[in-house]
């Protein structure tokens, strides 16, 4: 179980670290809209992994 924490902080934070840069230069509010909303379902999706039986 805590692998499975450590892996989803990870890729959580890479995929931060992917993105925020594009977002920050291009400064579009569309794209910012888009990129919270991908966010928000990543972590829903890995919140919802992580509080299952498995």
Known sequence: ???????SV???AL???FIGPVV???KDVALS????IGLTMMLTDIW????SND
Do not use: N, T, W
Not at 33 to 36: E, K, P, R
């Open 1 to 7: 179980m805590s692998f499975k924490i450590f892996a």
């Open 10 to 12: 990870v890729a959580a």
């Open 15 to 17: 995929l931060i670290v």
């Open 24 to 26: 920050i230069k291009l």
């Open 33 to 36: 809209v888009v990129v919270l």
């Open 48 to 51: 919802q992994s992580l509080r």
